[in-house]
T-cell receptor, first 113, second 116 residues
Framework: GNSVTQMEGPVTLSEEAFLTINCTYTATGYPSLFWYVQYPGEGLQLLLKATKADDKGSNKGFEATYRKETTSFHLEKGSVQVSDSAVYFCALSSLSGTYKYIFGTGTRLKVLA | EPEVTQTPSHQVTQMGQEVILRCVPISNHLYFYWYRQILGQKVEFLVSFYNNEISEKSEIFDDQFSVERPDGSNFTLKIRSTKLEDSAMYFC??????????????FGPGTRLTVL
């Protein structure tokens, strides 16, 4: 069945450091891929998405590229800020039924000033 | 900006009691979902709802669970007789269209359920 694997957290970085959060998936076909972010006390917010192979999603300085050959969708940001501290979830949308999401476990990012 | 809201933010209940978790989806959305996240584990799909009926449910969603859209705005998740293992964060989500995998789901802030 479909699944998403995310790197374990927490990840602690200094401000302006480079961020990578790894995400790989297992799916039949080519699902859409998403990164959601959850700030403390808030809901899950869509950060970026990609709907087909080689698509690059980007938002707020974050990027992720849909890599079919490695079944990956790694999240990157060149220079993190304290305000990026949150939990990041990788997810895929299943290709049948009601297109429910399948999530990874989430990765907590803490950025220190 | 429209948002999905959930109440209460935190619910504490005794094992065996019934709980109802409430959600108000975005007003023009047609597809509704419940997910849950047990502490430290993955966010898991529970159920999807469209046109006033369940369209898909997971193995977790057994006879103890039910969903309802009682008044055209609220979307509720009821657990008839809670168990300790039901303790989790429950997320409600809605989307404008569910007919393709591109569609974005909008999530609420979650209700933390603690079963004692």
């Amino acid at each position: 069945g479909n699944s998403v694997t995310q790197m374990e957290g927490p990840v602690t970085l200094s401000e302006e450091a480079f961020l990578t959060i790894n995400c790989t998936y297992t799916a039949t076909g080519y699902p859409s891929l998403f990164w959601y972010v959850q700030y403390p006390g808030e809901g899950l917010q869509l950060l970026l998405k990609a709907t087909k192979a080689d698509d690059k999603g980007s938002n707020k300085g974050f990027e992720a590229t849909y890599r079919k050959e490695t079944t990956s969708f790694h999240l990157e940001k060149g220079s993190v800020q304290v305000s990026d501290s949150a939990v990041y979830f990788c997810a895929l949308s299943s290709l049948s039924g009601t297109y429910k999401y399948i999530f990874g476990t989430g990765t907590r990012l803490k950025v220190l000033a | 900006e429209p948002e999905v809201t959930q109440t209460p933010s935190h619910q504490v209940t005794q094992m065996g009691q019934e709980v109802i978790l409430r959600c108000v989806p975005i007003s023009n959305h047609l597809y509704f979902y419940w997910y849950r996240q047990i502490l430290g584990q993955k966010v898991e799909f529970l159920v999807s709802f469209y046109n006033n009926e369940i369209s898909e449910k997971s193995e977790i969603f057994d006879d103890q669970f039910s969903v309802e859209r009682p008044d055209g705005s609220n979307f509720t998740l009821k657990i008839r007789s809670t168990k300790l293992e039901d303790s989790a964060m429950y997320f409600c989500a809605s989307s404008a269209e569910g007919g393709n995998s591109y569609n974005e789901q909008f999530f609420g802030p979650g209700t933390r359920l603690t079963v004692l």
